[in-house]
């Protein structure tokens, strides 16, 4: 009998004895009538409760059946794993599918038509993984920008150069454990199937894209780099055709998952009358703290446990009649912050860590959302660019013109007061000192300066005195979003399926790999 156990508390430095005799107690038997268990999730908790930090764990324990009558206290239940998209059915297409976009969600999507026979082409503007990573490299060190292939455009998408977070909310649970599991089977680590706050980080993620890239391959797709979507063709509200790279590929079937940065491709979509509508986005700054400060403040005395790891925080405040929400975006403990453009003299920033996460800094994005009507997204579906634009240019001017970030210590930037220079040792060198209250909107410098030293509060240890504030982070999710019906197709344009986050249903690499994939079963079922 297999009975699962939920919310198994153990210390961490627990065996596979310390889990079988803590199932046996829960359940009520003897230690000998468990004879297996499999860890189905396992989360830390830092509430440090009897002053130490502890695990959490999700059991599945064989129970010897004479042991049937086993006692169950409410949080003991039986369950099986979630069910995972089986192998598709193999179906014949007139003419070749076009994927568009080499992100997570184009990437899945192109595994799964690939499984189903489907050889499916796809094309990417950007460099494969391993030309791009020392483009964007070069990019980091002085400056020089590829606009075709950097570190919002190209293999991996944005998501490539991050902290490879695999953490979501998402409840299609057997997508999401199919998503996991796969990425295991092209080399991450096997910790990502049971770990609460999953990561591979952005070195062993570009292996497991590249390896990815290869299967698709093996499985009769095409993967085109350095090939630009330049167009769609309609007749009579179908697709019939898209342009990449100056050649016209005939198609009634294209998922497009270009991310939420191909600011081109929104522009072409809404000339050719596909439904647009703006959304809500977000702006706000990236704060960086020495990790051993975060690591003091979450974990108490075992900070540095070997099985702990650099700590992570997640912060948020409520809106108040004198300011707006804000909230902690993608942390990366023992990370660096790191410049990113798509076009010439616009400037963002994100953050990036290595699977190690040994970096000697930890950074968050602290956001503010910004509403449609903050930005005339009710009248024009593409304003929400433009502000995002307007902000990334006069990042680029306050950072001297030549992508370097700029930046502020934290006490000057809560004071008011341009800082005369940056501490000599931060994760992003390439920075300069800057008045961060010209970059951003007046709304957003508000809402930080009254959220941040309250969100701060929760992270005792943290000092602010040590903390570097750069600007901007603009591109956390898109201002856009590309409409679609039930059936994944936009309304008026048969055959094109908007997916993933640039279609503006997603947002991170887990929701936007599941949106992929299931953007590519829509696909398949319209042809059965």
Known sequence: ??????????????TDETILEGSANRIGVELEAVTAFTIVRRAIDARRLKGRVRFILMVDVEVADDAAEARCDGEVVTDDAPETPGQPERIEFAHR?????????????????????????????????????????????????????????????????????????SKQRGYLRAVLELLVECGGPEEILIDAEPHVGSDKLAQIVQTLRERIIELGGEVRFSTRLESLEFDSGKLTGVVAGGERIATGHCILATGHSARDVYHMLHASGVSLAAKAFAVGVRIEFPQAQIDRSQFG??????????????????????????YTFCMCPGGRVIACSSTAGELTTNGMSLSNRDGTYGNAGFLVPIRPEDFGGDTDPLAGIALQQAIEAKAF????????????????FLAGTPSRGLPA??????????????????VVIDTLLHAI????????????????????????????????????????????????????????????????????????????
């Open 1 to 14: 009998m297999k009975i699962r156990i939920t919310q198994l508390g153990v210390p961490l430095d627990y």
């Open 97 to 169: 599918p076009v994927v568009v976009g080499a992100g997570p969600a184009g990437l899945l999507a192109a595994w799964r038509l690939a499984n189903a026979g489907a050889k499916p082409i796809l094309i990417e503007r950007g460099q494969p993984v391993e030309t791009r990573r020392a483009s964007v490299g070069q990019f980091w060190a002085d400056g020089v920008l590829d606009p075709e292939s950097n570190a919002l455009y190209g293999e991996g998408g944005a998501g490539l150069f991050s902290d490879g977070k695999l953490t979501t909310r």
């Open 301 to 326: 005395p075992d900070a540095g446990h070997e099985r702990l790891g650099p700590a992570s925080f997640r912060l948020t405040r409520r809106e108040e009649d004198d300011a707006r929400a804000c």
């Open 397 to 412: 001017e306050a950072g001297g013109s030549n992508y370097s970030v700029p930046a502020s210590r934290l006490r000057d």
């Open 425 to 442: 040792d931060r994760s992003c060198q390439r920075s300069v000192p800057a008045d961060l209250y010209e970059i951003l909107p007046d």
């Open 453 to 528: 030293p309250r969100m701060l509060s929760q992270l005792s240890g943290v000092r602010r005195g040590e903390g570097v504030v750069y600007a901007a982070e603009t591109r956390s999710s898109s201002p856009v979003r590309i409409l679609r019906d039930d059936d994944f197709q936009s309304p008026g344009a048969a055959g094109l399926y908007p997916a993933g986050e640039g279609a503006g249903y997603a947002g991170g690499i887990v929701t936007s790999a599941i949106d992929g994939l299931r953007a590519a079963d829509a696909l398949l079922a319209s042809m059965k």
